[in-house]
């Protein structure tokens, strides 16, 4: 099993930036495709970004292209999603998951979920 841990969320103004960390204990990551998603109030749970296993491939939504980063360091067991020129719309619960199988683009491609940080954009 592995036990995924959020943090970095907060409250920024929009035009800001939030580095999102996850966290990783029970087994190391590199053996996961990971992946981060969010939900926003009233929403569906969407895909944001995924990471390959060993970081060479990555996935970007539509929304997040060209303002968002997801990177993997494995020797800390750790997977970041580094966010800028954030807008009202990205408001919304940041989860981090990871994928025995590897890197997905879909919730059900993912094994296991963190718990979430909130991340709030205001105009």
């Known amino acids: 099993q592995v036990q995924l841990v959020e943090s970095g969320g907060g409250l920024v103004q929009a035009g800001g930036s939030l580095r999102l960390s996850c966290a990783a204990s029970g087994r190391t990551v590199s053996g996961y495709g990971m992946g981060w998603f969010r939900q926003a109030p009233g929403k569906e749970r969407e895909i944001v970004a995924s990471?390959?296993?060993?970081?060479?491939?990555?996935f970007y939504t539509d929304s997040m292209k060209g303002r968002s980063t997801i990177s993997r360091d494995n020797a800390k067991n750790t997977v970041y999603l580094q966010m800028n020129s954030l807008k009202p719309e990205d408001t919304a619960v940041y989860y981090c998951?990871?994928?025995?199988?590897?890197?997905?683009?879909?919730?059900?491609?993912?094994?296991?979920w963190g718990q979430g940080t909130q991340v709030t954009v205001s105009s």
């Open positions: 998951a990871a994928a025995r199988t590897g890197m997905s683009t879909t919730i059900r491609g993912y094994d296991y």
């Open positions: 990471i390959s296993l060993n970081g060479g491939r990555t």
